[in-house]
């Protein structure tokens, strides 16, 4: 199994990267009925307002070869494009659990 951890940091007003946060959040919590090799998606948006970054991704797939599955698959590339203009940052670690 392989742990897909992913961090980003949106550009904008507080009340543009929430509406970011919210939007790209719904779309990733449906991506596990949509792509099979996807074990389980966790999602959750920042609630500290003295750390920068916005919202974080833990999603758990098979092999590491999955994980290049997941990001290629539609409805992925789909989700991301929701906010790709308003990624200032990311950050990705990936390891096997």
């Known amino acids: 199994m392989v742990k897909h951890i992913v961090a980003f940091k949106f550009s904008g007003?507080?009340?543009?990267?929430?509406?970011?946060?919210s939007r790209f959040a719904e779309a990733l919590r449906a991506?596990?009925?949509?792509?099979?090799?996807l074990e389980s998606m966790e999602v959750g948006i920042n609630e500290n307002p003295s750390e920068s970054w916005d919202l974080v991704l833990t999603a758990v797939v098979p092999t590491m070869a999955d994980v290049e599955?997941?990001?290629?698959?539609?409805?992925?590339?789909?989700a991301a494009g929701l906010v790709k203009p308003q990624i200032e940052s990311r950050a990705c670690v990936d390891y096997e659990i």
């Open 31 to 37: 991506l596990p009925s949509q792509i099979e090799c």
């Open 69 to 78: 599955v997941y990001a290629k698959h539609p409805a992925h590339v789909a």
């Open 13 to 21: 007003t507080r009340e543009e990267r929430d509406a970011a946060c």
